[in-house]
């Protein structure tokens, strides 16, 4: 499972369990701001609690060895502004939809656009548990690398291959109005998305679709979702959109194999005296 956005039940799983990946530094910093945010542990405290851990669950741990990363990961989990992040689930709004839907462009980009959009959100979103003060508005400029906008590319679930150099190229080159563009290119690929800027918020606030936050690999089911398209459908477990292979099928490949183990499990306890024969 990604734990990006639900570090919560991740610095649960290491404080319960030991590390999780070789990534040792990265957990003792979620682990920090676990015993922080939901356990009120002190500075002292913490530091006792994060060397014994570490002997415990380091194999052939050495405490001089191993003084900067736990000391680094104590720094920075116990910073006031760097808090667990949680997040369940995303609004997408039926003037989010609307807006992109009305611009003059192919499904695919008016996918991407949604992509873009949803990306600056969930970003918003994080910034918003960590400052508490941040406004309401949603930053429009984003860092254009290679690795992120192969990404956008990914989650959106296009129809045909694109090349992403040429989609931005073309969203660029793209007015929405005489000297009003879509999107404004800046210096070293980045880019000010200027068609979010756009979105009327007050038109039409109701939420269309709240989107889990595992469904963030397949924002372009949304819009799909959203023209009626007949085959993306709603997983009747964890509500994620699913693309179905049939019209019998009710679950995303997860919630499959959690009802057939759960199944499985249920036929045992009613049938077990007879099994054991």
Known sequence: ????????????KIYKNGFQTDFIK?????????????????????????????????????QVLFYKVIDGAIKEGRKRNNKLIEIKSLPIYKCELEYIDSIKIENDYKKILLSFLINKKISHEVM???????????????????????????????KEKHDINLVINKLVDLNLNKNDK????????NIILQYINKIDYKKNNEIFYDMPISGLNNI??????????????????CKILIKSKSNKQKYC??????????????CWNKNKDKYRK
């Open 220 to 237: 372009g089911y949304i819009f799909d979702y959203y023209k009626k398209v007949p085959n993306i459908k709603k997983c009747e477990g």
């Open 182 to 189: 879509l999107i404004v290119p800046l210096v070293k690929g």
């Open 128 to 158: 918003k548990i960590n400052n508490k003060n941040i406004d309401n508005k949603i930053s429009v400029y984003f860092n254009g690398t290679m690795k992120k906008y192969n990404k956008i590319l990914k989650v959106s679930n296009l």
């Open 1 to 12: 499972m990604n734990y990006r956005y639900n570090e919560l039940e991740y610095a649960e």
């Open 26 to 62: 990265y957990e003792l910093i979620l682990l920090v701001k676990y015993l922080k945010q939901e356990k009120n542990m002190k500075l002292n405290d913490t530091i006792n609690f994060i060397y014994k851990f570490c002997e415990k669950h380091i194999e052939s741990y050495n």
């Open 253 to 266: 490949p997860r919630c499959a194999k959690e009802i057939h183990k759960q199944n499985k499990l249920e």
